[in-house]
């Protein structure tokens, strides 16, 4: 005669369940950890090696991992090279949706154009200070090499759709010059939040992050706001 299971006993697939969910947490927590170090190893390859002598071996060797490990965390290099890039924008090992990031939150919820564009500074400040060495060697790859060139090409047109809406918020306070229009105001931001305006002011002219901060606040509200 059949015995109706009164539940999970010792050694039963009850406990397998309980010991997997324990176990979970851990292994993910494992997986982001190698995750992040596969990043890391990438970002530092690209810096001193430039983007096309960055292979998947060097940056597996670099993590202390296998190149397997790199493939199943990130990807092929193509994948590899966009997470380090889309890393150093978010400030995390991972991508994350501009509209989801903490700034332009805040930038939404601010009701002046003044204080828009200076979180906006502020937040350009932190993030060319991650990004700027890497975009550097994109741009410098992008000239010979057709994958570096379509990634720095779609980033670019990314960074000008995305201004294109800040400029429209702007637009929503009231407060933006009667005489610039919308895509106007948007390639003034989008050529002054480029690496190339940082590399120009503070890796040649010597600008500390937090004059180049309030200056690029500075320029924008007097650029882009009516006067009072």
Not at 99 to 124: C, F, H, P, T
Request: charged share 30%; proline share 5%.
């Amino acid at each position: 005669m059949d015995v109706p299971d009164a539940g999970p006993r010792p050694g039963a697939a009850g406990d397998k369940a309980t010991t997997r969910a324990y176990r979970s947490p851990l292994r993910a927590s494992q997986a982001a950890e190698t995750r992040a170090a596969i990043v890391a190893a990438a970002r530092d390859l690209v810096i001193t090696e430039g983007f096309t002598n960055t292979t998947v071996r060097k940056i597996a060797d670099r993590a202390g991992v296998n190149i397997d490990t790199v493939y199943r965390s990130v990807g092929k290099k193509p994948e590899v090279l966009r997470v380090v890039i889309e890393s150093a924008l978010s400030g995390l090992p991972e991508a994350v949706p501009a509209d989801q990031r903490d700034y332009v939150r805040r930038i939404a919820d601010a009701s002046s154009g003044r204080e828009k564009l200076e979180i906006y500074a502020a937040a350009i400040t932190e993030i060319q200070q991650r990004l700027a060495p890497i975009y550097t060697a994109l741009a410098d790859a992008a000239r010979t090499d057709e994958q570096s060139s379509a990634l720095w090409e779609e980033i670019s047109r990314r960074r000008a759709a995305n201004m294109r809406r800040f400029a429209a918020d702007l637009r929503g306070t009231g407060q933006m010059r009667a005489d610039i229009d919308d895509d106007t105001a948007a390639d003034l931001i989008w050529s002054m939040n480029g690496t190339e305006y940082w590399v120009l002011l503070v890796e040649h002219r010597g600008w500390p992050p937090e004059k180049f901060r309030e200056r690029l606040a500075d320029t924008w509200c007097r650029l882009l706001l009516a006067e009072p």
